[in-house]
Protein backbone atom coordinates (compact mmCIF):
# COMPACT_ATOMS: atom_id res chain seq x y z
CA UNK A 1 0.00 0.00 0.00
CA UNK A 2 2.53 2.40 0.97
CA UNK A 3 4.29 1.82 -2.18
CA UNK A 4 1.37 2.72 -4.65
CA UNK A 5 0.80 6.19 -2.39
CA UNK A 6 4.15 7.04 -3.69
CA UNK A 7 4.17 6.34 -6.96
CA UNK A 8 5.51 8.79 -8.88
CA UNK A 9 2.70 9.55 -10.92
CA UNK A 10 1.03 10.66 -7.84
CA UNK A 11 4.07 12.50 -5.73
CA UNK A 12 5.88 14.18 -8.54
CA UNK A 13 2.68 16.73 -9.65
CA UNK A 14 1.98 17.13 -6.33
CA UNK A 15 5.71 18.25 -5.34
CA UNK A 16 5.54 20.16 -9.18
CA UNK A 17 2.17 21.68 -8.07
CA UNK A 18 3.80 23.20 -4.48
CA UNK A 19 6.74 24.45 -5.65
CA UNK A 20 5.15 25.99 -8.47
CA UNK A 21 2.63 27.63 -6.41
CA UNK A 22 4.88 28.12 -3.08
CA UNK A 23 5.66 31.92 -3.95
CA UNK A 24 2.45 32.77 -3.63
CA UNK A 25 1.79 31.01 -0.17
CA UNK A 26 5.21 32.31 1.43
CA UNK A 27 4.02 36.05 0.10
CA UNK A 28 0.08 34.96 1.72
CA UNK A 29 1.91 34.60 5.19
CA UNK A 30 4.50 37.21 4.95
CA UNK A 31 7.57 35.24 4.19
CA UNK A 32 9.61 36.42 0.74
CA UNK A 33 12.51 34.66 0.54
CA UNK A 34 14.48 34.59 -2.82
CA UNK A 35 16.62 31.75 -2.03
CA UNK A 36 13.71 29.51 -1.68
CA UNK A 37 11.67 31.26 -4.51
CA UNK A 38 14.68 30.36 -6.80
CA UNK A 39 15.42 26.95 -6.12
CA UNK A 40 11.52 26.24 -5.57
CA UNK A 41 10.74 27.98 -9.18
CA UNK A 42 13.46 26.24 -11.05
CA UNK A 43 12.99 22.34 -9.68
CA UNK A 44 9.30 22.86 -10.38
CA UNK A 45 10.19 24.05 -14.01
CA UNK A 46 12.98 20.85 -14.53
CA UNK A 47 10.38 18.70 -13.06
CA UNK A 48 7.50 19.68 -15.71
CA UNK A 49 10.60 19.03 -18.63
CA UNK A 50 10.62 15.35 -17.33
CA UNK A 51 7.71 13.92 -15.50
CA UNK A 52 5.63 11.26 -17.19
CA UNK A 53 2.85 12.56 -19.39
CA UNK A 54 0.10 11.47 -16.87
CA UNK A 55 2.01 13.69 -14.27
CA UNK A 56 1.76 16.84 -16.54
CA UNK A 57 -2.00 16.78 -16.58
CA UNK A 58 -1.93 16.20 -13.07
CA UNK A 59 0.06 18.75 -12.12
CA UNK A 60 -1.36 21.67 -13.83
CA UNK A 61 -4.80 20.12 -12.28
CA UNK A 62 -3.60 20.56 -8.84
CA UNK A 63 -2.16 24.39 -9.71
CA UNK A 64 -5.43 25.38 -11.26
CA UNK A 65 -6.65 24.54 -7.59
CA UNK A 66 -4.10 25.97 -5.68
CA UNK A 67 -4.07 29.49 -7.66
CA UNK A 68 -7.88 29.51 -8.78
CA UNK A 69 -9.83 27.74 -5.87
CA UNK A 70 -11.13 31.43 -5.08
CA UNK A 71 -12.53 32.46 -8.66
CA UNK A 72 -16.15 30.99 -7.95
CA UNK A 73 -16.21 32.78 -4.86
CA UNK A 74 -18.45 35.84 -6.58
CA UNK A 75 -21.02 33.83 -7.35
CA UNK A 76 -22.13 33.93 -4.29
CA UNK A 77 -23.17 37.67 -4.80
CA UNK A 78 -25.41 36.70 -7.81
CA UNK A 79 -27.35 34.53 -6.55
CA UNK A 80 -25.93 31.35 -7.87
CA UNK A 81 -23.46 30.87 -4.99
CA UNK A 82 -24.08 27.08 -5.50
CA UNK A 83 -21.89 27.07 -8.23
CA UNK A 84 -19.06 28.40 -7.06
CA UNK A 85 -17.09 24.46 -6.60
CA UNK A 86 -18.12 24.05 -10.49
CA UNK A 87 -16.49 26.99 -11.20
CA UNK A 88 -13.31 26.07 -9.21
CA UNK A 89 -13.37 23.13 -10.73
CA UNK A 90 -13.79 24.16 -14.22
CA UNK A 91 -10.41 26.67 -13.82
CA UNK A 92 -8.87 23.70 -12.19
CA UNK A 93 -9.67 21.41 -15.57
CA UNK A 94 -8.98 25.37 -17.58
CA UNK A 95 -5.23 25.45 -16.54
CA UNK A 96 -4.60 21.32 -17.29
CA UNK A 97 -5.59 21.85 -20.43
CA UNK A 98 -3.43 25.00 -20.42
CA UNK A 99 -0.31 22.47 -19.71
CA UNK A 100 -1.66 19.87 -21.72
CA UNK A 101 0.67 20.66 -24.66
CA UNK A 102 3.39 19.17 -22.75
CA UNK A 103 1.51 15.73 -22.22
CA UNK A 104 1.37 15.56 -25.97
CA UNK A 105 5.51 14.94 -25.91
CA UNK A 106 8.28 12.95 -23.72
CA UNK A 107 11.17 15.42 -25.85
CA UNK A 108 12.53 17.59 -23.00
CA UNK A 109 13.44 20.14 -25.55
CA UNK A 110 9.87 20.45 -27.21
CA UNK A 111 8.19 21.00 -23.68
CA UNK A 112 10.53 23.41 -22.78
CA UNK A 113 9.77 25.16 -26.44
CA UNK A 114 6.21 24.42 -25.47
CA UNK A 115 6.69 25.92 -21.76
CA UNK A 116 7.94 29.12 -23.40
CA UNK A 117 4.84 29.62 -26.04
CA UNK A 118 2.74 29.16 -23.16
CA UNK A 119 4.49 32.28 -21.34
CA UNK A 120 2.16 34.00 -24.60
CA UNK A 121 -0.74 32.03 -23.97
CA UNK A 122 -4.00 33.84 -22.34
CA UNK A 123 -6.94 31.31 -22.21
CA UNK A 124 -10.09 33.45 -22.78
CA UNK A 125 -7.91 36.28 -22.06
CA UNK A 126 -7.42 35.44 -18.44
CA UNK A 127 -3.88 36.05 -18.17
CA UNK A 128 -2.89 35.62 -14.90
CA UNK A 129 -1.33 32.16 -15.39
CA UNK A 130 2.18 34.12 -16.15
CA UNK A 131 5.14 31.66 -15.84
CA UNK A 132 7.75 34.16 -15.62
CA UNK A 133 5.65 35.20 -12.78
CA UNK A 134 7.04 32.46 -10.22
CA UNK A 135 10.15 34.14 -10.90
CA UNK A 136 8.75 37.85 -9.47
CA UNK A 137 10.20 37.23 -6.23
CA UNK A 138 13.71 35.31 -7.10
CA UNK A 139 16.76 35.91 -7.71
CA UNK A 140 15.84 35.37 -11.58
CA UNK A 141 14.51 37.98 -13.54
CA UNK A 142 10.90 38.19 -15.55
CA UNK A 143 11.90 38.91 -18.93
CA UNK A 144 11.26 36.87 -21.76
CA UNK A 145 14.70 36.27 -22.56
CA UNK A 146 15.43 35.14 -18.94
CA UNK A 147 13.16 32.55 -19.38
CA UNK A 148 14.25 31.11 -22.32
CA UNK A 149 17.82 30.59 -20.65
CA UNK A 150 16.42 29.12 -17.65
CA UNK A 151 14.47 26.51 -19.71
CA UNK A 152 17.41 25.88 -21.66
CA UNK A 153 19.93 25.24 -18.85
CA UNK A 154 17.32 23.00 -17.41
CA UNK A 155 16.67 21.09 -20.34
CA UNK A 156 20.65 20.42 -21.75
CA UNK A 157 21.58 18.19 -19.36
CA UNK A 158 19.23 15.31 -21.17
CA UNK A 159 21.07 15.79 -24.13
CA UNK A 160 25.04 16.18 -22.87
CA UNK A 161 27.43 13.52 -21.83
CA UNK A 162 28.97 13.12 -18.46
CA UNK A 163 31.10 14.73 -16.81
CA UNK A 164 29.78 17.98 -18.62
CA UNK A 165 26.24 17.42 -18.48
CA UNK A 166 25.04 19.62 -16.25
CA UNK A 167 27.61 22.26 -17.42
CA UNK A 168 24.39 23.91 -18.93
CA UNK A 169 23.25 24.72 -15.65
CA UNK A 170 25.51 27.81 -15.86
CA UNK A 171 23.28 29.73 -18.08
CA UNK A 172 21.18 30.00 -15.56
CA UNK A 173 23.44 32.29 -13.90
CA UNK A 174 23.01 34.80 -17.47
CA UNK A 175 19.12 34.78 -15.98
CA UNK A 176 19.93 36.64 -12.75
CA UNK A 177 18.71 39.98 -12.54
CA UNK A 178 21.95 41.77 -12.15
CA UNK A 179 20.13 45.45 -12.73
CA UNK A 180 16.68 45.54 -12.54
CA UNK A 181 14.55 48.69 -14.48
CA UNK A 182 14.62 51.85 -12.12
CA UNK A 183 11.81 52.92 -10.54
CA UNK A 184 10.96 55.90 -9.86
CA UNK A 185 9.26 57.50 -6.58
CA UNK A 186 6.04 59.91 -7.21
CA UNK A 187 7.47 63.75 -6.45
CA UNK A 188 3.67 63.68 -4.94
CA UNK A 189 1.93 62.67 -1.44
CA UNK A 190 -0.16 60.35 -2.15
CA UNK A 191 -2.90 58.70 -0.14
CA UNK A 192 -3.95 55.37 -0.60
CA UNK A 193 -7.31 55.09 1.36
CA UNK A 194 -8.26 50.98 2.06
CA UNK A 195 -11.55 50.48 2.87
CA UNK A 196 -13.63 47.30 4.52
CA UNK A 197 -16.91 47.38 2.83
CA UNK A 198 -18.32 43.47 2.95
CA UNK A 199 -19.38 42.67 -1.05
CA UNK A 200 -22.78 41.57 0.87
CA UNK A 201 -23.33 44.98 2.00
CA UNK A 202 -21.58 46.68 -0.73
CA UNK A 203 -24.93 47.94 -2.94
CA UNK A 204 -27.10 47.86 -0.89
CA UNK A 205 -29.64 50.91 -0.39
CA UNK A 206 -29.34 50.84 2.92
CA UNK A 207 -25.70 50.95 3.51
CA UNK A 208 -24.86 53.66 0.57
CA UNK A 209 -25.48 56.94 2.91
CA UNK A 210 -22.71 55.50 5.61
CA UNK A 211 -20.43 54.64 2.89
CA UNK A 212 -20.25 58.34 0.82
CA UNK A 213 -20.14 59.64 4.79
CA UNK A 214 -16.89 57.55 5.48
CA UNK A 215 -15.53 58.19 1.87
CA UNK A 216 -15.72 62.13 3.03
CA UNK A 217 -14.20 61.30 5.91
CA UNK A 218 -11.22 60.11 4.27
CA UNK A 219 -10.64 62.69 1.96
CA UNK A 220 -10.97 65.21 5.05
CA UNK A 221 -8.63 63.10 7.14
CA UNK A 222 -6.15 62.91 3.90
CA UNK A 223 -6.41 66.81 3.75
CA UNK A 224 -5.40 67.16 7.22
CA UNK A 225 -2.40 64.74 6.74
CA UNK A 226 -1.17 67.14 4.10
CA UNK A 227 -1.53 64.87 1.49
CA UNK A 228 -1.79 66.09 -2.03
CA UNK A 229 -3.93 63.21 -3.87
CA UNK A 230 -6.41 60.80 -2.27
CA UNK A 231 -6.77 57.35 -3.80
CA UNK A 232 -9.86 55.68 -2.91
CA UNK A 233 -11.08 52.30 -4.33
CA UNK A 234 -12.15 50.81 -7.01
CA UNK A 235 -16.67 51.60 -7.43
CA UNK A 236 -16.27 52.99 -3.68
CA UNK A 237 -18.94 55.18 -5.03
CA UNK A 238 -21.87 52.17 -5.32
CA UNK A 239 -23.56 54.15 -7.94
CA UNK A 240 -23.20 55.56 -11.49
CA UNK A 241 -21.87 58.90 -10.71
CA UNK A 242 -23.28 60.84 -13.49
CA UNK A 243 -26.14 60.36 -12.11
CA UNK A 244 -25.40 62.07 -8.80
CA UNK A 245 -24.65 66.10 -9.56
CA UNK A 246 -24.36 67.19 -5.83
CA UNK A 247 -22.17 64.14 -5.09
CA UNK A 248 -19.77 65.11 -7.97
CA UNK A 249 -20.30 69.22 -7.28
CA UNK A 250 -19.53 68.28 -3.33
CA UNK A 251 -16.15 66.75 -4.67
CA UNK A 252 -15.48 69.27 -7.11
CA UNK A 253 -15.86 72.00 -3.80
CA UNK A 254 -13.31 69.50 -1.46
CA UNK A 255 -10.74 69.33 -4.90
CA UNK A 256 -9.30 72.77 -4.44
CA UNK A 257 -7.41 71.08 -1.33
CA UNK A 258 -6.43 68.09 -2.61
CA UNK A 259 -6.73 66.10 -5.67
CA UNK A 260 -9.65 62.84 -5.46
CA UNK A 261 -9.19 60.20 -7.48
CA UNK A 262 -12.52 57.23 -6.78
CA UNK A 263 -13.74 54.41 -8.61
CA UNK A 264 -17.61 54.18 -9.39
CA UNK A 265 -19.60 53.72 -12.35
CA UNK A 266 -20.86 55.66 -15.31
CA UNK A 267 -24.02 55.14 -17.46
CA UNK A 268 -23.77 56.82 -20.86
CA UNK A 269 -25.47 55.93 -24.31
CA UNK A 270 -27.05 53.02 -22.54
CA UNK A 271 -23.83 51.42 -21.70
CA UNK A 272 -22.67 50.78 -18.48
CA UNK A 273 -18.91 52.08 -17.81
CA UNK A 274 -16.26 50.79 -14.59
CA UNK A 275 -14.53 54.36 -14.15
CA UNK A 276 -12.73 56.44 -12.32
CA UNK A 277 -13.16 59.88 -11.63
CA UNK A 278 -10.50 62.50 -10.91
CA UNK A 279 -11.30 65.52 -9.28
CA UNK A 280 -8.91 68.40 -9.05
CA UNK A 281 -9.35 72.01 -8.28
CA UNK A 282 -13.28 72.19 -9.43
CA UNK A 283 -13.07 69.94 -12.58
CA UNK A 284 -13.29 66.24 -13.09
CA UNK A 285 -12.13 64.22 -15.72
CA UNK A 286 -13.06 60.72 -16.20
CA UNK A 287 -11.36 57.18 -17.26
CA UNK A 288 -13.16 54.56 -18.55
CA UNK A 289 -11.83 50.41 -18.22
CA UNK A 290 -9.62 49.98 -20.36
CA UNK A 291 -9.89 45.92 -20.05
CA UNK A 292 -12.25 43.65 -19.08
CA UNK A 293 -12.51 40.84 -16.33
CA UNK A 294 -13.35 38.00 -18.72
CA UNK A 295 -16.66 35.84 -17.15
CA UNK A 296 -16.69 38.85 -14.49
CA UNK A 297 -17.60 42.00 -16.06
CA UNK A 298 -18.34 40.05 -19.83
CA UNK A 299 -18.15 36.79 -20.80
CA UNK A 300 -15.37 35.93 -23.93
CA UNK A 301 -18.03 33.32 -26.23
CA UNK A 302 -19.87 33.93 -29.05
CA UNK A 303 -23.02 36.60 -28.49
CA UNK A 304 -25.69 33.72 -28.47
CA UNK A 305 -24.24 32.14 -25.63
CA UNK A 306 -23.27 35.29 -23.85
CA UNK A 307 -27.27 36.19 -23.50
CA UNK A 308 -27.64 33.10 -22.04
CA UNK A 309 -24.95 33.15 -19.41
CA UNK A 310 -25.66 36.74 -18.98
CA UNK A 311 -29.24 36.07 -18.30
CA UNK A 312 -29.11 32.91 -16.18
CA UNK A 313 -25.87 33.52 -13.79
CA UNK A 314 -25.80 37.55 -13.72
CA UNK A 315 -28.93 38.65 -13.38
CA UNK A 316 -29.70 39.74 -16.95
CA UNK A 317 -26.66 42.34 -16.74
CA UNK A 318 -25.33 43.12 -19.78
CA UNK A 319 -21.22 43.30 -20.70
CA UNK A 320 -19.81 46.32 -19.48
CA UNK A 321 -18.64 48.40 -22.32
CA UNK A 322 -14.42 49.76 -22.26
CA UNK A 323 -12.30 52.50 -23.68
CA UNK A 324 -10.86 52.24 -26.82
CA UNK A 325 -6.76 53.46 -25.56
CA UNK A 326 -5.79 53.86 -21.46
CA UNK A 327 -6.72 57.49 -20.08
CA UNK A 328 -3.50 59.19 -18.15
CA UNK A 329 -4.41 61.74 -15.32
CA UNK A 330 -1.74 64.68 -14.97
CA UNK A 331 -1.56 66.51 -11.55
CA UNK A 332 0.80 69.16 -10.92
CA UNK A 333 2.54 68.34 -13.55
CA UNK A 334 3.06 64.63 -13.18
CA UNK A 335 1.22 61.56 -15.32
CA UNK A 336 -0.13 59.08 -13.96
CA UNK A 337 -2.10 55.86 -16.07
CA UNK A 338 -5.32 54.94 -14.52
CA UNK A 339 -6.12 51.33 -14.17
CA UNK A 340 -8.52 49.72 -12.71
CA UNK A 341 -8.39 45.98 -10.89
CA UNK A 342 -7.69 43.61 -13.63
CA UNK A 343 -6.55 45.66 -16.09
CA UNK A 344 -3.70 46.86 -13.79
CA UNK A 345 -2.52 43.16 -14.60
CA UNK A 346 -2.79 43.50 -18.29
CA UNK A 347 0.28 44.58 -20.45
CA UNK A 348 -1.82 46.39 -22.56
CA UNK A 349 -1.98 49.58 -19.40
CA UNK A 350 1.91 49.54 -19.21
CA UNK A 351 2.60 50.64 -23.07
CA UNK A 352 4.21 53.77 -24.01
CA UNK A 353 5.47 56.56 -21.86
CA UNK A 354 4.61 55.62 -18.19
CA UNK A 355 6.26 56.24 -14.92
CA UNK A 356 3.43 55.74 -12.81
CA UNK A 357 0.16 53.91 -12.55
CA UNK A 358 -2.84 54.72 -10.02
CA UNK A 359 -4.96 51.29 -9.63
CA UNK A 360 -7.96 50.78 -7.66
CA UNK A 361 -9.44 47.54 -6.79
CA UNK A 362 -12.49 46.06 -5.02
CA UNK A 363 -10.89 42.45 -3.45
CA UNK A 364 -14.11 42.12 -1.35
CA UNK A 365 -15.58 39.74 -3.96
CA UNK A 366 -13.19 37.32 -3.43
CA UNK A 367 -11.76 37.60 0.01
CA UNK A 368 -10.82 35.47 2.65
CA UNK A 369 -8.55 34.21 -0.08
CA UNK A 370 -5.29 34.00 -1.82
CA UNK A 371 -6.38 36.34 -4.56
CA UNK A 372 -5.21 39.72 -3.37
CA UNK A 373 -2.10 38.06 -3.03
CA UNK A 374 -1.75 36.90 -6.14
CA UNK A 375 -2.84 40.13 -7.38
CA UNK A 376 -0.28 42.40 -5.59
CA UNK A 377 2.57 39.79 -6.87
CA UNK A 378 1.06 40.57 -10.57
CA UNK A 379 1.28 44.02 -10.23
CA UNK A 380 5.05 43.63 -8.99
CA UNK A 381 5.68 41.54 -11.99
CA UNK A 382 4.54 44.18 -14.62
CA UNK A 383 5.88 47.03 -12.21
CA UNK A 384 9.28 45.41 -12.72
CA UNK A 385 9.48 44.04 -15.91
CA UNK A 386 8.42 47.78 -17.22
CA UNK A 387 10.04 50.07 -14.92
CA UNK A 388 6.98 51.17 -13.54
CA UNK A 389 5.81 52.63 -10.00
CA UNK A 390 2.21 51.16 -8.90
CA UNK A 391 -0.15 53.14 -6.07
CA UNK A 392 -2.38 51.05 -4.94
CA UNK A 393 -6.01 51.32 -3.56
CA UNK A 394 -7.92 48.57 -2.62
CA UNK A 395 -11.77 47.49 -0.67
CA UNK A 396 -10.62 44.99 1.90
CA UNK A 397 -6.98 43.56 0.59
CA UNK A 398 -4.28 44.76 -1.37
CA UNK A 399 -3.53 48.52 -0.94
CA UNK A 400 0.26 49.85 -1.02
CA UNK A 401 2.56 51.24 -3.33
CA UNK A 402 4.54 48.53 -5.46
CA UNK A 403 7.65 48.65 -6.74
Known sequence: MLKNIYKPDITYPAIIALLFSSFIYLEHFGITCKILNTVFALISLYLFLHVSKKAVLLSGFLIGLLWFYWVGYSFEYNGVGFLTPFVTLGFALLITLFFAALAFTKEVYIRALLLFILSFVEPFDFNWMQIELIFVDSYIGVQKYQLVLVLIALALPTYIKKPYMYA???????????SPKEQK???LKIKLVETKIAQDIKWTRQHLEPTIKLIYQEIEKAKQEKYEVVVLPESVFPLFMNRAPRIIQQLQ???YDITIIAGTLLYEDEKNYNVTYMFNKGNYEIAKKLVLVPFGEYIPLPKFMRKVINEYFFAGASDFKTATHPTDFTIEGT??????CFEATCQEVYEGDVD???????????????????????LRFYARKNGVTVYHSANWAGT????
Open 356 to 378: FIIASSNNAWFTPSIEPTLQKLL
Open 335 to 340: KFRNAI
Open 400 to 403: GVIK
Open 168 to 178: SLLLILLAVNY
Open 253 to 255: LLS
Open 185 to 187: DSP
